[in-house]
T-cell receptor
Framework: EAQVTQNPRYLITVTGKKLTVTCSQN?????MSWYRQDPGLGLRQIYY???????DKGDVPEGYKVSRKEKRNFPLILESPSPNQTSLYFC???????????FGSGTRLTVV | AQKITQTQPGMFVQEKEAVTLDCTYD???????LFWYKQPSSGEMIFLIY??????QNATEGRYSLNFQKARKSANLVISASQLGDSAMYFC???????????????FGKGTMLLVSP
């Protein structure tokens, strides 16, 4: 089944403790991106990647890192999480330049 | 820069009635794609329907249709014969070119919450 797999689905952590949210797709998509969703703000792009080793900042990149060492994986790293990063996070992938994005199931992160 | 506007924070509809969710967009790209996603209370993002900027006909997918008016820059979602399971948040989104990097980003509106009553 074609899909984007995010893990974990739910995560509660403490301020300052490094964490990684994994994202993997099995559709050989070139493009991958991370979004965060907050009430009243919709979905905002954090980082995106056009292909292996090609990443760039989206609209809200502060406090996040990403890497794209393999085409299928695009982890989101929070080196020192803070409470304002409490949010619902989505990973998405698509073919280059056309078509829709396929979304993962989301990761609900709470930083206390 | 791309922008999507959804002016209806919430909509109510009775079961079996049709409902229209509004979406306007702004872009200077000649080529773009318009999407609608459904987000139920469980949180996942479900793709509903797609309209390309050069498509001559309005897109339809089962009970969903997209009323595309290019000159007005609107892409309203029409749900016919609403069902209780249609209660969810609905997002309009646009994919267009990022001329700086060549990446085509997906920009979302802030969403419309639809509640379907029996």
């Amino acid at each position: 089944e074609a899909q984007v797999t995010q893990n974990p689905r739910y995560l509660i952590t403490v301020t300052g403790k490094k964490l990684t949210v994994t994202c993997s797709q099995n559709m050989n998509h070139e493009y991958m991106s991370w979004y965060r969703q907050d009430p009243g703000l919709g979905l905002r792009q954090i980082y995106y990647s056009m292909n292996v080793e090609v990443t760039d900042k989206g609209d809200v990149p502060e406090g996040y890192k990403v890497s794209r060492k393999e085409k299928r994986n695009f982890p989101l790293i929070l080196e020192s999480p803070s409470p304002n990063q409490t949010s619902l996070y989505f990973c998405a992938s698509s073919l280059k330049g056309a078509g829709g994005y396929t979304f993962g199931s989301g990761t609900r992160l709470t930083v206390v | 820069a791309q922008k999507i506007t959804q002016t209806q924070p919430g909509m109510f509809v009775q079961e079996k009635e049709a409902v229209t969710l509004d979406c306007t967009y702004d872009t200077s790209d000649p080529s773009y794609g318009l999407f609608w996603y459904k987000q139920p209370s469980s949180g996942e993002m479900i793709f509903l329907i797609y309209q390309g900027s050069y498509d001559q006909q309005n897109a339809t997918e089962g009970r969903y249709s997209l009323n595309f008016q290019k000159a007005r820059k609107s892409a309203n979602l029409v749900i016919s014969a609403s069902q209780l399971g249609d209660s969810a948040m609905y997002f309009c989104a646009m994919r267009g070119a990022n001329t700086d990097s060549g990446y085509s980003t997906l920009t979302f509106g802030k969403g419309t919450m639809l509640l379907v009553s029996p």
